[in-house]
């Protein structure tokens, strides 16, 4: 996490004695913290406009892919609304100002960010899944339930892997001397990187596989859904979730492998000025999602609905995907039954 370092003497996340904080308290701002700000902002404005776009319409509200798009979406809004705010704090002020409690906080809201991630897209794909190969399951009440509890599947999961790594792995050093940093036994480091990225990243390409696949085989079924509730293109979803995986998985994995380098060879200082780089790749994922979710067209439309009121009448989702479809085949069958040829 970002506020890991590496002592090798210990084998455990510390800050060498060199960077110990100044303990006066005083903001130290530099130029180096503007892009972090900004970074901030452009991660708690592109995630909040994105889950507003989605909930304001009401048939983006009843699609369970959009809300599982929304559920992403309040992981960047932890990372850029508690994370990042006190991350910025403690380094302007080369120390940490609040109590102990709040650091414990901190770092487990830190360790949460990339485990929910990955386990958000895991079980996006397995709502696909159940879809693609039971398209009925798409109607009736049993959806909502289903639904629900496959929104709060990866905020639980997330919490019985980071709970008992945190409680049970880290060294109980907490703030000492003015300094807040993850201090984890070795063990429990490699056990989070393998709870929480590895065995459920694996999980989730392999489960892609299958939903992509089913997919294919399935394709002219599925276009029978196009009026239920679950009438969005299904090939834009399973691009979409191809594309996802490949951000939120990559952007993690320079992370998690300097994690597993670190605990074979910890004398190697290779290893950790590589590490910054790999804890803001995956920091990076919160700004990008909401940009690559931008490439569904439908979303790009809720969007535009929402910031821009030039759009508002052209782009209402709930006029668009209801009324137009049902305009549409009034047309079409006006045209059909009034052709010149009908009267031939």
């Given amino acids: 996490m970002a506020n890991s370092q590496s002592n090798n003497d210990n084998n455990y996340y510390t800050e060498p004695e060199s960077v110990r904080p100044s303990k006066d308290g005083s903001l130290k701002f530099s130029p180096i913290e503007i892009p972090v700000i900004l970074f901030t902002v452009w991660v708690l404005f592109s995630n909040l406009t994105l889950i507003l776009a989605i909930l304001r319409s009401e048939h983006r509200r009843k699609i369970s892919f959009n809300l599982h798009v929304c559920n992403l979406c309040v992981v960047g809004l932890l990372l850029g609304g508690l994370v990042l705010p006190l991350l910025m704090e403690f380094r302007l002020r080369d120390v940490w100002f609040h109590d102990e409690n709040l650091c414990r906080v901190w770092l487990m809201a830190d360790m949460m960010v990339s485990t929910v991630s990955i386990l958000t897209i895991g079980v996006m794909i397995f709502d696909r899944f159940v879809l693609f190969s039971c398209p009925g399951s798409a109607e009736g009440g049993c959806k909502f339930v289903v639904s629900a509890i496959l929104i709060i599947l990866p905020w639980a999961g997330g919490a019985s892997i980071v709970l008992p790594v945190y409680l049970f792995g880290e060294t109980g050093s907490g703030v000492v001397e003015g300094y807040c940093f993850l201090h984890l036994e070795p063990v429990y480091s490699i056990a989070s990187e393998l709870a929480g990225y590895a065995v459920p990243g694996l999980a989730a390409l392999g489960l892609l596989v299958a939903t992509t696949l089913t997919f294919c085989v399935r394709r002219e079924e599925l276009r029978e859904m196009d009026y239920s509730e679950e ?27 300097l994690h597993v380098l670190i605990f074979f060879a910890p004398g190697t200082p290779s290893f950790y000025s590589w590490l910054t780089f790999a804890i803001w790749s995956g920091y990076a994922n919160a700004g990008l999602n909401p940009i690559l979710w931008m490439i569904m067209p439908k979303l790009r439309q809720s969007v535009k609905a929402l910031c821009c009121c030039c759009y508002k009448h052209r ?14 085949d009034e047309t079409n069958a006006a045209m059909i039954e009034f052709h010149p040829k009908n009267y031939n």
Avoid at 240 to 253: H, Q
Avoid at 316 to 324: G, H, K, P, Q
């Fill in 315 to 328: 782009y209402d989702d709930d006029e668009d995907d209801v009324s137009v479809f049902e305009e549409d």
């Fill in 231 to 257: 009438r969005e293109h299904k090939g834009w979803q399973v691009l979409m979730l191809w594309i996802m995986s490949l951000a939120v998985l990559g952007l993690w994995c320079p992370f998690a492998v």
